[in-house]
Nanobody
Framework: QVQLVESGGGLVQAGESLRLSCAAS????????MGWYRQAPGKERNVVAR???????NYADSVKGRFTISKDNAKGMMYLQMNSLKPEDTAIYYC????????WGQGTQVTVSS
């Protein structure tokens, strides 16, 4: 059973940057698709960015050009670099393997003040 642990959230001002990290237990090579999701208060959990085993990426329209997903298989880590943060990016961010029915981390809070 894979375990995922997120870190790197915090409180920042609009326009600033944060980098989220996700540590995955075991080898990441077997993970076909990994991703970051977020859930704002009172809203559904939605995908932010995903990366497949080849390194191909896709992003939600709302974060394109501002966020970058990456991973380091050797270290068992996945990252989300978030630049030009906006108040509407405020949410709990979750690391995921295997899509909605897959494995989730515990989440890390990101708060962007205006």
């Amino acid at each position: 059973q894979v375990q995922l642990v997120e870190s790197g959230g915090g409180l920042v001002q609009a326009g600033e940057s944060l980098r989220l990290s996700c540590a995955a237990s075991g080898s990441m090579v077997r993970f076909v698709v990994m991703g970051w999701y977020r859930q704002a208060p009172g809203k559904e959990r939605n995908v932010v960015a995903r990366i497949d085993w080849r390194g191909n990426t896709n992003y939600a329209d709302s974060v394109k050009g501002r966020f970058t997903i990456s991973k380091d298989n050797a270290k068992g880590m996945m990252y989300l670099q978030m630049n030009s943060l906006k108040p509407e990016d405020t949410a709990i961010y979750y690391c995921n393997v295997g899509g909605v029915g897959g494995t989730w981390g515990q989440g890390t809070q990101v708060t962007v003040s205006s």
